[in-house]
């Protein structure tokens, strides 16, 4: 068993100063574990808010390379955590061995892509305008600009990847880059997980010999409205539920000092398979993308929600397969117990439409959850019926028949924001719907080609984000490396003498790194 103490993170202390406790649970079995968390009293949160806004100027100040270096040494103490670590994770969430040790990987591989990041410098957005001094009518003065870290920003942890999206994933990730304390809500669903990676997150500080105040964690209940209402914290990073980034949009909003929130909430990824491609190969489409549907038991922000193709012997074909190789999948444990009750009211709800039929899968039952699909009447996307558009997270997928292509940009125009839309479609599809590529462009933040959405690259030119209700802010990306951006502002400084200046925008350009100077990209010292 490892050592959990089911303490707060206050800056460095391990703290537990209120009398109520949260537990955590096997999700397997929905039987408690043997630990219980303390839930953070108002004193605690606004403890860790203030030492946040304490360590935010040192923090900022640090250079590029030193933050690497924590970051690096971050993903090293996580590289280190033992199979017991692994075993717990598994135990909390009911996701396998192979996909947690993965996704470790992938939490590692961003604190380290990050820390190139901070070495390569693009980050800053150094831009530098020499002064004009002879220019007429007037002189221009000197103007140069960098970014900055916003301030604390409040982490809330996903419950679908426990270690990518939560304590040390990418909103962490990117805002230390960003040199932004960060105050982690704890994800009630895999606490302990959580604690030994907030533990190593204190390790690296302690090696790094930087200020405590930087990283705390807090767990329970109603603890994230004050957390987002302290007038410390200057952003919020969400992944989860519609409701709940809506919640804190709203919160953020009604401070007496709004402060953006990056919540990425819900997305149904419609996927549009075209004539041509269903003809070459409407059978291999039907296997991989019932696949996709039920991976990881269907718990993935990108889970293909929706599937529109054009009537035809073709997709009807398509259709059989689809139905006998959804009806083949077998029922998986979902990541807690509140996770399938939202599962199951979700499917009620589609069962209960008059315009939806069920078309495969078997009668939810016990404690796992059961793929379904389903098939619904084109006039649900054309009247914008709020159902349809709902995510349902969990093994299951809706299916569409338009008449036409017209009525296929009908339907499309009809969806709301999504993360992704993806095409499956041949090159003579190209030619008789070339109109589709622009209009997803304006639903979507990542457009998919002959691939299928769940999975998603870390990598710089990665997207995921999108308009509304995919993201609350189409702007950014929780993933890649352009992640960052979301944690910074601009600054400008006129007239400035060299040596008052931050090292990226100095004459010398000691960092080294590419600069925008009088409109051209150069390393060279001015």
Request: glycine share 8%; aromatic share 6%.
């Amino acid at each position: 068993m490892l050592n959990i103490t089911g303490q707060n993170f206050i800056a460095g202390q391990r703290s537990s100063a209120g009398s109520k406790f949260v537990l955590s649970y096997d999700a397997a079995t929905d039987e408690a574990l043997p630990y219980q968390f303390a839930q953070a009293t108002p004193e605690e949160i606004d403890q860790a808010a203030q030492a946040a806004a304490l360590a935010y100027p040192a923090f900022r100040q640090t250079t590029p390379e030193q933050r690497a270096v924590f970051l690096e040494t971050i993903a090293s103490e996580i590289d280190a955590l033992d199979d017991q670590f692994i075993a717990t994770v598994c135990q909390e969430t009911a996701l396998p061995e192979a996909r947690i040790r993965g996704e470790r990987g992938r939490t590692t591989g961003q604190l380290r892509l990050f820390a190139q990041v901070l070495r390569r410098g693009d980050y800053l957005g150094a831009r530098i305008d020499l002064a004009l001094p002879e220019r007429q009518p007037l002189p221009r003065p000197d103007l140069r600009q960098y970014k900055i870290g916003v301030g604390p920003v409040a982490v809330f942890g996903a419950s679908n990847f426990p270690l990518a999206f939560s304590t040390a994933g990418g909103d962490t990730a990117s805002a230390l880059a960003a040199g932004c304390p960060v105050i982690v809500k704890a994800h009630s669903g895999h606490m302990a997980t959580a604690e030994s990676i907030a533990n190593a997150i204190c390790s690296a500080i302690e090696k790094c010999a930087l200020p405590k105040g930087i990283f705390s964690m807090i767990y329970g209940q109603g603890v994230g409205e004050p957390l987002v209402k302290h007038p410390a914290i200057k952003a919020v990073g969400f992944t989860g539920s519609l409701k709940g980034g809506r919640a804190l949009c709203d919160l953020a909003a009604a401070r007496p000092e709004p402060i953006p929130v990056f919540a990425e909430m819900s997305s149904i990824n419609p996927m549009i398979l075209l004539p041509e491609a269903l003809k070459v190969r409407g059978d291999k489409i039907a296997t991989e993308l019932s696949g996709s549907v039920v991976l990881g038991c269907g718990q993935f922000c990108t889970n293909p929600g929706l599937i529109i193709g054009i009537k035809s012997p073709e997709f009807s074909q398509f259709l059989d397969h689809f139905k006998a190789a959804m009806a083949q999948q077998p029922p998986q444990t979902m990541l807690n117990k509140g996770t399938l009750r939202s599962y199951e009211h979700g499917l009620k709800e589609l069962l209960a439409h008059d315009k939806i039929e069920h078309l495969a899968g078997q009668p939810q039952q016990g404690h796992q959850a059961y793929p379904q699909l389903f098939k619904a009447d084109v006039s649900l996307l054309l009247e914008h019926d709020e159902l349809l558009q709902e995510e349902v997270f969990g093994p299951t997928t809706i299916v569409i028949e338009v008449e036409s292509a017209e009525q296929l940009g009908q339907a499309l125009n009809g969806l709301r924001g999504q993360l992704t839309a993806s095409l499956i479609a041949e090159p003579q599809d190209f030619e008789n719907f070339a109109p589709l590529i622009p209009l997803l462009e304006e639903k979507a933040g990542r457009l998919l080609l002959n691939g299928y959405p769940t999975g998603v690259e870390v990598c710089d030119a990665m997207v995921h984000g999108g308009p509304y209700p995919a993201t609350s802010d189409a702007r950014g990306t929780s993933v890649g490396t352009l992640a960052i951006e979301r944690y910074l502002r601009p600054v400008c400084y006129q007239n400035y003498p060299d040596q008052l200046l931050p090292l990226a925008l100095q004459n010398a350009n000691p960092l080294g790194i590419a600069r925008l100077v009088n409109g051209e990209m150069s390393k060279a010292a001015l």
